[in-house]
């Protein structure tokens, strides 16, 4: 009997040991699998990585939204803007409508430009139904984006994802006000990336992420969510011949709009990298003339004197490929991996010259052909005198030998207009005082009130220009 007995154990213990053996082994080989296809999917280049690997390459989990639901309704408010200042609130008549997205825990809002636009106060009620007063801080027209604060703190916000990583057929959330019903969740996928749809005109930057799912007027300026929570998109447009949702749908990328966002907050506007090339998708004709294989890149019609794009030694007739390992495949992808950028950046562009691809290095500039990081300052007081302004940069110190600020624009109508004023005048003198930054100028329209006295000049003419007016 107790032979019987040892000869059992042994046999169970046996077969434990054997069962543990295959289960290590099965881990070791799984881990092994996700390995190879770790390295296969990298050395291949079929994903932007981002994160912490996206869970496994993706960036989204499987298609439970009960938690990107629960994560996003109480970080998207509505916005209402109001143009009349000369009346109360009450009174007043709302010029627009939408959404807004709650991105930090001190009520830094983003939201789309043509929300807030020509809007005289902004008025946002979160989730809970409490009103706020919305300071506007920056605004971007050619990427649709503004920057709203209200004073709360530990608000609660939504992170940015890294909208590189998003693949087509991804589902994704889209959380906003339509028609002024609160706190709207619909569901879709992505339907493509890289969109033109000429809804921000020649100016502006497109390369829209187009999903399925249901956008109606009021979820402009709203999140666009992938189901691990994060902010992948500002739904802004539609294409619609109704005026309501038709099955197109399309947002800013994150990636685009966090970039825009850190220079409204760091600078006070938009720091736009610029090669110095005008360009062209790439058609039939162009590959019959160039003799191509294939309709990937985009076409350099024209390298301007000077440029980054000329330094680096790009030509026309140049077939951009890569900006730093991305895909261009479209004038979308260009714009897009460019608005990415400032200037100073360095990239590496990837490009093909009588069929032999060639990469070389560009140091992107601004729209002065230089390095500097320079600001065309809005503040409500130089909005109100009917002027843009900026600090001189680096070269035009030198090029001048002289301080001041430079009228970018005037608005008809204005202050600054009614003084025959023009743009391109270097401010040098307020009521005497120096002005040598936008800064100083700002301070002192500020603390004045009554009459104004400027003095500057003009770089191509000769001597000094006086303009007077009121405060």
Known sequence: MGRLLSNILLCVMTSLITLLCYHGLEQRLQTHQDELNYSYAVSNDHLNLGGTLREHFYSA?????????????????????????????????????????????????VTNYHVIEDSESIVILDNEGVQYEGKLIGSDKSTDIAVIKIEKSNTPHLIFGNSDSIQVGEWVLAVGNPFKLKSTVTAGIVSAKGRN???????????????????????????????????????TAILSSSGKYEGFSFAIPSNIVQKVVKDILSFGTVQRGWLGVNIFNIDSDVMKRLNLKNGK??????????????????????????????????????????????????????????????????????????????????????????????????????????????????????KIHNTNMEPGYVIQYFNGDVVNTVDDLLSYIKETSGNVFLEGFYEKYPGQFPYAFVL
């Open 297 to 414: 890149g985009v076409l350099v019609d024209l390298v301007e004197k000077n440029s980054a794009a000329a330094d680096a030694g790009l030509q026309r007739e140049d077939i951009i490929t890569q900006i730093n390992s991305i895909a261009i495949n479209s004038i979308s992808t260009f714009t897009e991996q460019l608005a990415l950028r400032r200037p100073g950046d360095k990239v590496t562009i990837g490009y093909i010259r009588g069929g032999v691809p060639l990469t070389t290095q560009v140091t992107l500039r601004n729209q002065l052909n230089t390095t500097d990081f320079i600001a065309v300052r809005k503040d409500k007081e130089f909005i109100d005198l009917g002027i843009e302004v900026r600090d001189l940069d680096s070269g035009e110190k030198i090029r001048l030998g002289k301080h001041g600020v430079y009228v970018v624009s005037i608005a008809r109508g204005t």
């Open 61 to 109: 989990q499987p298609n439970d939204f009960i938690n990107a639901a629960k994560k996003s309704i109480p970080s998207v408010v509505s916005i209402t803007t109001f143009g009349n200042p000369t009346k109360s609130k009450n009174n007043q008549s709302p010029i627009s409508s939408g959404s807004g997205v709650i991105i930090s825990g001190n009520g830094h809002i």
């Open 197 to 235: 749809i000429d809804f921000l005109s020649r100016q502006g930057i497109e390369s829209f992420i187009q999903t399925d799912a249901a956008i109606n007027p009021g979820n402009s300026g709203g999140a666009l969510v992938n189901s691990n929570q994060e902010l992948i998109g500002i739904n």
